[in-house]
């Protein structure tokens, strides 16, 4: 695609649900990354694919995230048993290089 | 531990006047590579501009120019003939070997350009 993609673009999960994003990088990106970004703030790292490897985890702030990018293309963040301090809104980036980082319009998940 | 900070958390600035948004960065690292983005109402992280720590020449992208500072550590960012369209969140970003591939971000710059 042109772009990276991410779905859903809003989500809205009750406490204890969980949730899975997607995200669908720029076709040939090897590197792909998830961020958290809270209201206000920069974006938080959160892991890291080289291809289907996942090189960076270390940004996961709980047990309850795992990432997956199973076929070295679509990546997918879930979140298990949701709490309302996973409200935020959750990035994608790609890259071919270590020049560049293109984004996705991002996730708003608001846990309630 | 890296370390991006930008100073001013809020500008004004007059339609097609130009406007230059601080960043400071902090590492050991002596390759590394510093990134802007723009950040709308929308949401989306739209890059601008990108240097590298070996890049003799400031980058420049259109009205984006980078004012890189390599023994200041700083790596401000100007925007010329500002246009309403700028009206923006704006994040300075560094990648370092140190860090691993991922992008390490400052707290961003609104920027509000009056008409």
């Known amino acids: 695609g042109a772009g990276v993609s991410q779905s859903p673009r809003y989500k809205v999960a009750k406490r204890g649900q969980d949730v899975a994003l997607r995200c669908d990088p720029i076709?040939?990106?090897?590197?792909l990354f998830w961020y958290q970004q809270a209201l206000g703030q920069g974006p938080e790292f959160l892991t890291y694919?080289?291809?289907?490897?996942?090189?960076?985890k270390s940004g996961l702030p709980s047990d309850r995230f795992f990432a997956e990018r199973p076929e070295g293309s679509v990546s997918t963040l879930k979140i298990q048993r949701t709490q309302q301090e996973d409200s935020a809104v959750y990035l994608c980036?790609?890259?071919?290089?270590?020049?560049?980082?293109?984004f996705g319009q991002g996730t708003r998940l608001t846990v309630v | 531990a890296q370390k991006i900070t930008q100073t001013q958390p809020g500008m004004f600035v007059q339609e097609k006047e130009a406007v230059t948004l601080d960043c400071t960065y902090d590492t050991s690292d002596q390759s590394y590579g510093l990134f802007w983005y723009k950040q709308p109402s929308s949401g989306e992280m739209i890059f601008l501009i990108y240097q590298g720590s070996y890049d003799e020449q400031n980058a420049t992208e259109g009205r984006y120019s980078l004012n890189f500072q390599k023994a200041r550590k700083s790596a401000n960012l100007v925007i010329s003939a500002s246009q309403l369209g700028d009206s923006a969140m704006y994040f300075c970003?560094?990648?370092?070997?140190?860090?691993?591939?991922?992008?390490?971000f400052g707290g961003g710059t609104r920027v509000l350009v009056k008409p």
């Open positions: 076709s040939g990106h090897v590197s």
């Open positions: 694919f080289q291809n289907e490897a996942q090189l960076d």
């Open positions: 980036a790609s890259s071919l290089s270590d020049t560049e980082a293109f």
């Open positions: 970003a560094m990648r370092d070997r140190a860090a691993g591939n991922k992008l390490t």
